[in-house]
């Protein structure tokens, strides 16, 4: 049994930073490509950032020098730092990880999800 679990959400007033982790259970991690993703009341889930595949790193372009994705093989752990956060970053987080083959931010190749940690950021 694979499980994926998020942490880390809150609210934050605008500029603010929060760092969501993911934690995986039940599987080779290292065996796994992982994901950050999120989704807005109304809107579509979409991908936030990822690893290529040569492990660099990939990031929506609303995002981009603003939130940085980190992975610790060792502990299992995805994490997303999240700084000069603006209220269109409010979302639910989702960590998403998928066995062995890479899909890079297709939200709908991703085989396990987590049950997401909500992101407010105020005006």
């Known amino acids: 049994q694979v499980h994926v679990v998020e942490s880390g959400g809150g609210s934050v007033q605008a500029g603010g930073s929060l760092r969501l982790s993911c934690a995986a259970f039940?599987?080779?991690?290292?065996?796994?490509?992982m994901g950050w993703f999120r989704q807005a009341p109304g809107k579509e889930r979409e991908g936030v950032a990822g690893?290529?595949?040569?492990?660099?790193?990939t990031y929506a372009d609303s995002v981009k020098g603003r939130f940085t994705i980190l992975r610790d093989n060792a502990k299992n752990t995805l994490y997303l730092q999240m700084n000069s956060l603006k209220p269109e970053d409010t979302a639910m987080y989702y960590c998403?990880?998928?066995?062995?083959?890479?899909?890079?931010?297709?939200?709908?190749?991703?085989?396990?999800w987590g049950q997401g940690t909500q992101v407010t950021v105020s005006s």
């Open positions: 998403a990880a998928n066995p062995h083959v890479w899909v890079g931010l297709s939200a709908a190749e991703y085989k396990y």
């Open positions: 039940g599987y080779a991690y290292i065996d796994y490509y």
């Open positions: 690893f290529e595949r040569d492990g660099s790193t």
